[in-house]
């Protein structure tokens, strides 16, 4: 039995640390895989250039690579991601000559290519180019558990046309498997496959040691670990305890202990910071095969309680969620209910003036050289919803927004609006912050809980959901003083629509809970006072 244990901290265990391990662990990580005999490390990722900082060991440089104290029995592999280079935007050839040299030329042995089943065919090109390049070539099928028995040997069948490919590996990535399952798709596989197998597992379930095991058992030949299991999401098999069991079992001449004190150390005080392995979230990620950086950004924010992480699951199981993305992340999470204050007063901002809120609704097109010249003649204090292609940035005193989905769809354009933005700045994600470190915030507070409503200098309390943004802007107009209250584009839905039921509700609870008049300039359903714009009288 040839077997081969791959350990990947490095490379897996950078999606907690951003790649950026301290020279200090590297040096010990690497002399105790050493004196452990471990066949492989790979020591990282390859990306292309990206715009956020990462660590060294996002890239595994060449040039990086001969500054480590790499030991000379281990081979040693980096990881590339599909997509990333046939998406490059020069060309998938052009991206694989902008990051490897010849193999002569590299302390890496072996190139790995992490794919989904929907871009195997360029794989191909990837796999022949590296080989000419004289790497070792591995293929890691991603989300094979999503697959059917067709498409699984399908897949294995191209793969063993290409003859280029040296291992055929598959992942466990969303840790919902089980051993028989594991048992299943090797037998798939090598129904195609003449190749060496192997396999990399995930811990959502505490499997991924068995999961190993019962590869092993089924004559699989490379199994990846990581110390203490440090890898995306829930983690993976413990290099630590795969090397124990292996021993036992007298499948192999590793040394365990060498690892031990790097582990009981080193990695026990990572874990503690960053929070890696199992647990009921992960666990249900895996049941309804979500992808598991929901959970492990949810956790590593630290802003949502136990009913928002509920919430937000049970929403993502409903939806297309085994690809990750920071959107459907944000649509999924309940609003914070801890803290209604922000930073930016709005007590007399809007100084007893007209504030007219603008709307996205249909009336706005309609209307549109009405209300400009509405703005121009009465210089009412202009607050728009998010931002409205129709109303020019010169005539608005500041945008709203508080939905964090629409916040990022628009962040991008925010400065060149060279207006300030309100919304509510202390309670968005921490990856929506950063990309607002040079807008001009005004941030004042929100709070969406049940039962409650309240509006102060700094903040809101509403009991409106679907109707936020609106019910957050007449907070703000209310808590800045103003005169009177202006709607354009707030023209309301159907009378059986339960948004348009919402609405009249929070519109009468401002009106009993405040003196300040609010109006329509533009035609609405809702039950309040419609004005005159240039005398005309804009009514249905």
């Not at 190139?111 to 796999?127: G, L, M, P, Q, V």
């Amino acid at each position: 039995m040839n077997l081969q244990i791959l350990d990947c901290t490095l490379r897996d265990g950078g999606y907690y640390n951003d790649w950026d391990f301290s020279e200090s662990i590297v040096k010990k990580y690497l002399s105790s895989m050493s004196s452990a005999k471990v066949d492989i490390v790979e020591i990282g990722f390859r990306f292309l250039p990206q715009k956020k900082l990462l660590g060294k060991f996002a890239y595994s440089e060449d040039d990086f690579l001969n500054t480590l104290s790499l030991p000379s029995k281990i081979s040693y592999a980096v990881m590339i991601n599909a997509s990333d280079l046939i998406n490059y935007e020069d060309g998938l050839q052009n991206a694989i000559n902008n990051l490897f040299s010849i193999k002569k030329d590299s302390p890496v042995d072996i190139i790995r290519i992490a794919t989904h089943s929907s871009d195997i065919k360029e794989c191909r090109t990837i796999a022949i180019a590296l080989k000419n390049l004289g790497y070792r070539v591995f293929l890691n099928l991603m989300q094979i558990s999503t697959l059917d028995t067709k498409s699984i040997t399908n897949i294995a069948k191209d793969i063993e046309s290409w003859d280029c490919i040296d291992a055929f590996y598959f992942a466990d990535s969303f840790g919902n498997m089980n051993p028989d399952l594991v048992s299943s798709i090797i037998s798939i596989i090598s129904s195609q496959w003449s190749g060496e197998l192997g396999i990399h597992t995930h811990d959502n379930k505490n499997q991924a040691l068995g999961n190993s095991l019962k590869a092993i058992e089924q004559g699989i030949t490379y199994v990846d670990a990581t110390l203490l299991g440090m890898g995306r999401g829930a983690g993976n098999a413990k290099t630590e305890a795969l090397l124990v069991e292996i021993v036992q079992r007298d499948l192999g001449k590793y040394f365990p202990d060498a690892l031990f004190s790097l582990v009981l150390k080193e990695f026990s005080l990572l874990q503690k910071q960053y929070k890696w392995g199992p647990n009921i979230y992960y666990f249900l990620s895996a049941v309804h095969s979500i992808h598991p950086t929901y959970i492990q950004e949810m956790l590593g924010d630290g802003r949502y309680d136990i009913d928002q992480m509920l919430s937000a699951i049970n929403f993502l199981k409903t939806a297309e969620s085994s690809f990750y993305s920071f959107e459907s992340m944000i649509r999924a999470i309940p609003r914070s209910s801890r803290d209604q204050s922000g930073d930016w007063s709005a007590q007399n901002w809007a100084r007893s003036k007209d504030v007219l809120i603008i709307g996205a609704g249909p009336s706005i097109k309609l209307y549109i050289d009405e209300i400009i010249a509405y703005i121009e003649r009465k210089n009412p204090i202009v607050l728009c919803l998010n931002i409205n292609e129709y109303i020019p940035a010169k005539l608005v005193t500041a945008y709203v927004a508080c939905s964090e989905w629409k916040i990022l769809a628009e962040c991008s354009r925010y400065l060149d609006l060279q207006k300030p933005i309100i919304l509510p700045l202390k309670n968005l994600p921490k990856e929506l912050k950063k990309l607002l470190t040079d807008v001009y915030i005004l941030d004042y507070g929100l709070l969406a809980k049940e039962g409650e409503f309240d509006i102060s200098d700094n903040g809101c309390i509403i009991n409106f959901r679907r109707e936020l943004t609106i019910a957050y802007a007449l907070s703000i107009a209310i808590a800045s003083g103003a005169k009177r209250i202006l709607l354009s584009g707030v023209d309301g839905y159907k009378k059986n629509n339960t948004r348009q039921q919402e609405m009249i509700t929070a519109l009468n609870q401002f009106k009993e809970n405040t003196n300040v008049e609010i109006c329509a300039i533009t035609p609405t359903n809702y039950p309040i006072e419609q004005l005159k714009i240039n005398n005309t009288i804009l009514e249905k």
